[in-house]
Each structure stands twice: as C-alpha cells, then as structure tokens.
C-alpha cells in the first residue's frame, strides 16, 4: 500500500486527480465500498473534496458544517471514529445528493497539520462490518500522507503576503530578557518533507529509529548528569519525567509500527506528534496540557536527533558559527536547555506567560527574549533574517538596510558599553566623595550564580525559590530543595544571601496547587498568606534552608508580609524547625537572620510593631509600587501610571527609611527599579545604601554611581521632593546632567 501510494504521490499530476487516484487506491486496498475525503474551508465548513463510491458530482457541492454528522464529529474531536450502523447513530446526517444510502460501515479519521484538523478521510462498507485496530491506524497513516495534499502543498502555517513576498515585517510582543540580537530564523518545530514519508527500505528504517531512541536516551542521561545539568537540580523532575516517558514502551511500540507499515522514521514520528499536538490543542487543563507539551517536546527532540549533522542537531547548531534566533510556538525548560547558548542569540516565542519556564531559563542563559507574538510562525519562514529586541519586545523580521545598520552601530555601543562595564568591575562601588555602597543580585536559577562572577556583586539580595518550584512539574523534594540552596550558599562563597520563601500565587500559580482562578490575584491568595495556609509546604522549604545552612549564616526573608502578626507567624514556624532540626541531630545554620519584604505600604506602619524581632526589611518596589499606585503591574494600559520617580514615591520611601532608622532595623531595596541607574539615584540619595537589582543592572547603576557626588547631590534632590514642579523625574535628569552623572549611554 505503501509504495503504490508512494508512486501516486510522486506521480505527475494535478491535485484533484492525485486525490482521486488516492481514494480509488483505498478503497481498493482496504475492500471498501466508498472512500471519501473532506477538507475544511476557510469558513469553518467541511467539503468533500474527493470520492471514490459516493456520487462523483457530489465533490465540491456536499458542505458540512464543521460539528454536522460522523464527519463533524471527526473533526470536532480530532479522533478516529468507527461504527457498524452508521445510518442509526444519532449523530449522523443524511445527504441525499451523495447516494450514502446503501452503507452501514463507517471508519473515519482526522487529516491534522500543525495540530489543527484540516479534514476528515473516511472509508464505508455496505455491509455492517467492525474496522479492525491496524486498519483504524493504516488509516491514519494515510491521512498523515494526505494532510500535505490537501493543504495544498503549503509547509507550516500558511505564511502572511508578507512573509511570502520577503517584506519586512515589525511586530511588538513582550520582553522578556534583556538584550538585542539579530540572526537566522531557525524553527524549532522541524518541518518533514513530504518527500521524506516514505521509507525505500523498512529494516533501514527501522534501525535508524532504534539508534535514535537510544541516542535520545544517552540525550536525556547526559541532562540528567551533572555536567548539563546547570540548573542545579531545579529541572530534574522535568527531566525524569520526559525520561519516564521516552521509556514508555507503547511510545516507542506506535513508532516502530509506523515503520513496520512502510513509513520513514521521521514520518511515523510525525504522525504520532500530529495526534500529540491535537490533543494538546483540545485540552484546556493546564496540567494535561504540560504533559502533552512533553510528548511533543520528545518527538521534536527525537527529529532532531534524526536529522543529525544534516539539519539542527541536538546541543547546538551542528558547529556552523551562524548566529540563530530559534522562533517556536512554545518551548519548554529543557528544550531549550538542549541548545544551549551555543549559536543562539535570541528567542522569539509565540505563546508565553510572565512566568514562563522558558523565559526563566532564557534569563538564566542571557538570551535575549521576547514571547507573547500571536501568529509569529505565519510572518517567518526559516533562514529569515530577524532582530530580536529584548529591551522593548520589538521583533523585526527581514530588516532592511537601514535597520539593520542601526542595529550594528547599537550591537557596537552595547559590547562598547559591556567591556566598560567589565573594566569597572575591580573599581570600588563608592561614590566620588568616598560613600560605599552595596549592590546585590536578583536571582532565582542555579545558573544565575555565574553573575555573581561576572558582575562583581556583593551578594544575592534576593533569592526566588519560587522559581524551582516553577520549574519543576512535581513538588521539589526536600533533598533537591536542600541541594539548591546548598550550591546557592557554595557559590556565593561567603557573600550574603537573602533567601526569599515561597512566593507563590499572583502571577506566579502552580497547577494542581493555587490555580484558582480569583478576581484580583495580584490582592488575593498569595505569597506569605499562601505559605501560612500550606504548613507542610512551608516548613519543608523552611527545614531545607537549615539543612542547607547547617554551619553557616541563613538569613530568610517573607514575601509580601502586611502585618506583624504574619511576620510572627512565619519566624514562629522558621524556629520551631530550627527546634526540630536540632532535636533530631542535625547541625543548625551558626546565624539565622530573620526579615521581612516591604512589599505594602501597610507593613511600613507595622514595623513600629516588630523592633528587635525583624531583622532587616528588603523593599520590593515591583509590588510595593502597584499597590501603591492602585495599578496593576502586569497591565500594560496602566503601565504609565505606575511610576517609580514621583514624588508620593520617595516620600513614601523616605519615611520607611527613616522609620528603619530609628527602630534600627537594616533595609534595603529589591525589586527591578533598583537596577535602573534613574531610580537608583533617587534611593541612595534618600539614604538607601544597599540595592539588590538584576544582572545586567549592575553595570550601569555601578557607572551612575562612580559619577555622583552625593554630597553636592542629595540636598539638591531634597529640595526637588519640597516642590511641586518640576516633574521629579524630568528635574532629576537635569540636575543630574548638570552634575555630570551618567545615567545613559548617550
Ligand atoms: C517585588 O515585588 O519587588 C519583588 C522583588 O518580588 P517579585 O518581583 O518576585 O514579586
Ligand atoms: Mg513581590
């Protein structure tokens, strides 16, 4: 059947005709009375397109809607569908003009491209017959075969005008990690060629899908490794489970059948990513569609492998030193692991949320990142020229001339600008009248310890565990939890670290754990307020920081603490472990230090409250600001009203700190705006001496700094917060450019 269809394939001929001769070919091979094909229109509607048993002049004039009859039913559910009785099921739907009187038998199957169901094949009998399970599968087989056809030979989405004329398209999407680069397109999703379905030779074929499960196989052990691993354990249980599923024998079993059945290794892996991606496509619950993200993250992963040397390979671009934007729909954490940093200078990713997995790591990586571009793959083919900014989510595909010279001339000033940076790493972190300032790390991945390295800061300000749990598709055991923690502790290597509980919730959800869905989850169930009511959970996280600091100094802090009695609570819970961890044996942190995240203005008048029981206090200005401002952070239409250099802002800012002051208790700031040299002006001139902020803050606030007098400086910008004009933020910029303070490039 398979290479008769194989010569109909690469025959000469028009579609229309190619498709009769396959439905005549069915039929004939399956001792089918009728063999019919569907396609799906534009509008949402399903054409016979071809027959063979059904009345010829019935093709292009017999329209279903898309949910009408068997057929419909096919094509809503994206599944096969068989029944002995077709006339009598409640679901089917007469069409005189195509004489289906006669027939009983009914065996229908999806055609699926890209996930999407573009048609239905089916096949009927006159007498009542069951369709055995290898026909259901050849048939499916032969629709993967079809599905080429009759989306008339596009490959991918259908492109835009755009992308098939070459025009350069600018599209907007959603930063998500710093930084600009411009490469080659290259898909995530590898495209099979049509021409490549069918295998010449079955045991070659089959052999090369054995050598390419166990290199998949070796792939995945490496990751787990050590070596690979990077992130230090937080991905392991994403890792172990794509492991548990590459060994799940019926997996492998449907590939090899696929094979067995005439196909090429690459076909029969796409034919089984088809139903993966269908499936996905239907699922709404955010759990099963993760774990149908994997199924298809291993096809893909397994393609690759296939394609070898050839194509992309597995680890990196097969050593050609072209720099790449890798585009994908999605992309999972381990994904893009698997590549790396080699080669690729950017991401572009179609879906994506703020808390993406993918955009995790890409910031742990450094790639620059933008996501949140619906349609993306319609506007790109591979090879494609694109810019990808990360600093303000542009993406440019096929650039002209001139963008592509302003992007070479801002490449040069950003590398210019990198090396001074680097050059200022040994300097002191003083201001030129001799004030010491502390600049700390925001980080959350094992691997954002290497900045610590690379930027010369001080110390982690601000640890998100959070983001293993994120990572991770099961709870992190406590011993992985410990084993974080510890290298955290091991690479900071004597410098402060500020470990950050739990701050789940919000923007931040865990399927299967706090995905209700609320109202206002900014204001809702979240943060301390979750961890309090998850005991368990808790002090799990709370035994692990012990453990993992048994000898050394913890210092913890609470998420988004609004009064005294949750930070109560939380120490309480924080001492009983240490309590129970020294009952049992086990040696204790020689320091715990105990604060808080002001992240409410609440809490700045419950600090009066917590003399000599906090700490520290650590702002967290990206929460403290919207609840502040009454402006939700992840808004983009409020976005303009959130601002950081206001008035109502420092004023603010200046009273907690002068609070912290007289109740001696140390506070500094985290949070994003810490990281901008604007901003940072501002906080240290109110007297904010220690500032936790991003990687790639460092160099520019530490810059900012290295130019400010602060003595000349700060009564100025007093006096700007006792006036009502000008604008804050315009008024400092002046002064400071009065002052010769560098707060940009330019
Ligand atoms: C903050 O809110 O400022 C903060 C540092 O916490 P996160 O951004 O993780 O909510
Ligand atoms: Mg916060």
């Not at 809503?76 to 195509?98: I, K, L, N």
């Not at 993918?358 to 910031?363: D, E, H, Q, S």
């Not at 140390?666 to 901003?679: H, N, T």
């Not at 130019?707 to 400071?736: I, M, R, T, W």
């Amino acid at each position: 059947m398979m290479n008769r269809l194989r010569a109909v394939m690469a025959a000469d001929m028009d579609n229309e005709a190619r498709l009769m001769e396959v439905v005549h070919l069915i039929a004939n091979t399956m001792v089918a009375d009728v063999c019919s094909i569907y396609r799906r229109t534009d509008d949402d509607r399903l054409e016979l397109i071809a027959t063979e048993g059904l009345r010829v002049d019935a093709v292009h004039l017999t329209f279903l809607t898309i949910d009408e009859g068997l057929v419909g039913q096919i094509a809503t559910t994206a599944q096969p569908f068989s029944v002995q009785d077709a006339p009598r099921h409640p679901s089917f739907s007469y069409r005189p003009e195509t004489g289906e009187d006669p027939y009983s038998a009914f065996l229908g199957v999806p055609i699926l491209r890209g996930g999407r169901v573009i048609g239905v094949l089916t096949v009927q009998n006159q007498t009542a017959r069951h369709y055995k399970d290898d026909e259901i599968d050849s048939l499916q087989t032969i629709a993967m075969v079809l599905a080429e056809i009759v989306a008339v030979g596009d490959v991918g989405p259908e492109q835009t005008d755009a992308a098939r004329e070459g025009r350069a398209v600018n599209l907007k999407g959603r930063a998500l990690c710093d930084g600009l680069g411009m490469g080659k397109v290259r898909l995530h999703d590898p495209v099979i060629p049509a021409a490549k379905f069918f295998a010449k030779d079955s045991h070659v074929e089959a052999a090369r899908l054995g050598q390419a499960l166990s290199d998949l196989d070796a792939s995945i052990d490496r990751m787990l490794s050590a070596e690979i691993g990077g992130l230090w354990g937080e991905p392991r249980e994403v890792i172990e489970a794509y492991k548990l599923l590459a060994s799940d024998p019926s997996w492998a079993e449907k590939l090899r059948e696929g094979v067995r059945g005439g196909l090429s290794a690459e076909a029969a892996i796409d034919r089984l990513r088809r139903e993966h991606r269908a499936r996905f496509e239907k699922v709404k619950d955010p759990y099963l569609r993760e774990r149908l993200h994997d199924l298809e993250d291993l096809d893909n992963r397994l393609l690759r492998i296939l394609a070898g040397t050839e194509e992309s390979h597995i680890g990196g671009n097969g050593g050609t030193a072209e720099p790449e934007v890798l585009v994908a729909r999605r992309l999972g954490p381990a994904e893009l692991l698997d590549y790396g940093k080699s080669g690729l200078v950017a991401i572009v990713l179609e879906e994506v949320a703020t808390s993406s997995h993918a955009a995790i790591v890409a910031r742990g990586l450094g790639i620059p990142t933008v996501g949140g571009i619906s349609g993306l793959l319609t506007h790109v083919g591979r090879g494609d020229t694109m810019i990808v900014d990360g600093e303000d989510g542009m993406v440019h595909i096929r650039p002209d001339a001139v963008l592509r010279k302003a992007y070479n001339t801002r490449q040069i000033l950003l590398s210019e600008r990198q090396a001074a940076f680097q050059a200022q790493r040994g300097e002191p972190t003083e201001t030129k009248d001799g004030v010491k300032l502390q600049l700390m790390l925001n980080a959350g991945l094992g691997l954002d310890m290497d900045y610590l390295q690379s930027t010369g800061a001080d110390g982690i300000g601000l640890f998100r565990t959070e983001f293993q749990f994120l990572m991770s598709d099961i709870l992190p055991k406590v011993g992985d939890q410990i084993a974080l923690y510890k290298k955290v502790l091991d690479g900071a290597d004597g410098r402060p670290v500020n470990f950050r509980t739990l701050d789940l919730g919000g923007d931040k959800m865990l399927p299967n754990l706090n995905d209700a869905r609320e109202e206002n989850p900014a204001l809702g169930w979240r943060s301390i307020r979750f961890a309090l009511d998850q005991p368990g959970l808790f002090r799990r996280q709370l035994r692990a920081l012990i453990r993992a600091a048994a000898g050394r100094t913890l210092s913890v802090m609470f998420p988004m603490v609004t009064s005294a009695h949750e930070f109560r609570q939380a120490k309480a819970l924080l001492m009983t472990e240490v309590a129970w961890s020294r009952d049992k044996g086990h040696d204790v942190p020689s320091d715990i230090k105990v604060g808080a995240m002001l992240e409410t203005p609440a809490f700045a008048y419950a600090l009066e409250d917590l003399a000599g029981e906090v700490d520290f206090v650590s702002i967290g200005t990206n929460d403290m600001l919207q609840f502040f401002h009454a402006a939700d952070r992840m808004t983009p239409a409020v976005s303009d009203r959130y601002p950081f250099v206001s008035r109502p802002v420092m004023r603010f800012l200046r009273q907690v700190r002068e609070t912290c002051s007289r109740l001696d208790i140390p506070v500094s700031i985290c949070g994003e705006g810490a990281g901008r040299p604007l901003p940072a002006l501002c906080l240290i001139s109110l007297g904010f001496h220690a500032l936790s902020m991003p990687a790639g803050g460092i160099g520019p606030v530490k810059r900012m700094i290295r130019s400010l007098d602060l003595s000349v400086f700060q009564p100025a910008f007093e006096g700007l917060l006792e006036h009502p004009e000008p604008a804050l933020g315009n008024g400092v910029l002046e002064l400071a450019h009065q002052q010769g303070i560098i707060l940009a490039d330019d």
